[in-house]
């Protein structure tokens, strides 16, 4: 089985949804993990398989999910 680089992402929620617990519960069940709750800025930060990204931004109360640049020392 081919093992696949986790992609960071940070996952803004939209206004309507103040239960980021909720949402962040989804997140997981989608492939979210190391998640981090960031309740006064309604951010949900954590890691994906990249094929599993496009699937976040289904969930409901998610209004934008930003992969994060992977930067690599040279």
């Known amino acids: 089985m ?3 680089a ?3 992402v940070l996952v803004t929620v939209d206004d309507q949804h103040h239960d980021l ?5 989804a997140l997981e069940k989608a492939g ?3 998640t981090d709750v960031l309740r006064f800025s ?3 930060g954590g890691s ?3 094929a599993q ?9 998610v209004e934008n999910v930003e992969a994060q640049p ?3 020392a040279s």
């Open 53 to 61: 990204l496009a699937g976040l931004r289904e969930i409901p109360g």
């Open 32 to 34: 979210l993990v190391d």
């Open 21 to 25: 617990d909720l949402v962040a519960r």
């Open 6 to 8: 986790l992609q960071s």
């Open 42 to 44: 309604g951010i949900i």
């Open 70 to 72: 992977v930067f690599h």
């Open 48 to 50: 994906v398989n990249e």
């Open 2 to 4: 081919e093992k696949r």
